[in-house]
């Protein structure tokens, strides 16, 4: 039988686990592999950083159900997928970094570009790990990728020393692993389904939380299904939005701060109560609301406040068992209680506010226009891509999804940097979509150069720079002495796509922005439109702060 080295046996074991993608850059001693993976039929991503590409391959993880991967040279180039690892396990997705490292036997002795890299993962993992042989590859990568989905998801290290990338055994050494199949999908107690549907048919004030644990358990059509026959209010969290359509009736989005303050019961589906929750506490919730929490994760439950029911396990599984029980005793919340009147009445008053920002016409223009500009725009079914403070903020608001997991952003770490990077992952997966990145000029500097891997790749993605000269605020101009938050005013961010082949425009008007938006819409090749807006434009003003201390 013939030989084969220990980057065939590894492009093979991953294309054998369901890989399709691999997003890295190249370089010493992974060079060979990547083009490996290609000849196995796997798409390699070539990026400008492995920062970027570890974004790119954490979210791949997100919206495949399989890990993403990462592949990266050894020393700063793991250094730098570190950034992508620390993201995936913040978000609980599924990713693989594979890390270049030199060979086993300099170890220890100053090789190129030598780095504790088992150990700089480590505490961003579920695993990290080194194969220990060509034979034994295949059993490390499927170990890797269960690992990476079963239980919570996370991420998980590959330690890849030159000499076991060019290893050679023969063939018929090899120990061939088979795919790891889906996670095994787990059930709550039929009387723990009972006590929850209990808790939420006693409420005055209930509210249901769809967060992203739902959006990855691709349980959309179960929690649609709860919410329409319990007619129950719902809110999303940021990444939750779409599981039910952003403009749904049931929808209490406009009266986000009301409903988590007053409700008396929430049940929870998939999402934490971490600072994006404010912790579930007050003065941000009722003290002593009750708390009926769905997740995969048992250490999850009772977090910050002691739950009412749980329901440990997989929330499509789960969600059925609830639609079920409420087949046989079918139950609905009253459309005419106290609660949705409530409700509806700071429904309109958020919209009235707001209705007056949307169509403002000043110059230069404020985040609402520009946002509602970009709404109108876009296709119901697009994937929005969005980071930057305020840029992300206000447009969680503005700009609708209409399905699950078509929406990315800073997400549970808080990333700046993650927006041209997520956009990538999501068109190379979904060539048929249209995506949408949506971001804040200084947002847009951390990958700035990655919209050159958008262009080669002929990615027609559509970035739209929400452009206030800085972080936060801005300048009009710059001082003498420059300011920590200031970037050079009006920057021509649109003439940087144009460098490699993207198409660019330059907006300062409102009457401008809908007809460039819609021909970048429209483009072939990768587009960017970038807004000048108010430097000191701000969102709306908030009853609190956004950051709960
Ligand atoms: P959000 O930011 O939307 O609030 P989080 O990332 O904070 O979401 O929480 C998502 C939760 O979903 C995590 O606690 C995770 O354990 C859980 N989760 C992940 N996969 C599943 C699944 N298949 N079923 C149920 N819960 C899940
Ligand atoms: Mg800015």
Redesign the pocket.
Known sequence: MAALDGRTVIARSLKQQGIEQIFGVVGFPVYELAEMAQREGIEFYGFRNEQAASYAAGVAGYLTGRPGVCLTVSGPGMVHGIAGLSNAWA??WPMLLLGGAPDSYQREQGAFQEAPQLEAARPFVKLSTRPDSVARIPAYLEKAVRTALYG??GAVYVDLPNDLLTGEIDESAVKWAARCPP?P?SCALPQDVTAALETLRGAQRPLVIV???????R?ETEVQHFIEATQLPFLA????KGVVADDHALSVASARSRALQEADVIFL????L?W??HFGMAPRFAPGVKIVQ????PE?IGTNIPTEVALV????A?MSQLNAALGTTPWKFSASSPWWRDLRASIADNEATVAGMLNDDSVPMGYYRVLREVRDAIPRDAIISSEGANTMDIGRSVLLNHSARHRLDA??FGTMGVGIAFAIAAAAIYPRKKVVCVEGDSAFGFSGMEVETACRYKLPITFVVINNNGIGSGVSEMPEVVPPYAYTPNARYDQVIEAFGGKGYYVTNPDTLGPALREAMGSTVPSLVNVMINPRATRKPQKFAWLTR
Do not use: F, H, Q, V
């Open positions: 978000n609980c919570r998801p996670p999908r967060g992203k644990g739902a959006a990855y358990a349980a969290s940021p990444m939750g589906i998939g999402a934490r971490n994006i929750m769905l997740d995969i994760t999850e396990g997989d929330a499509g789960i997400g549970t």
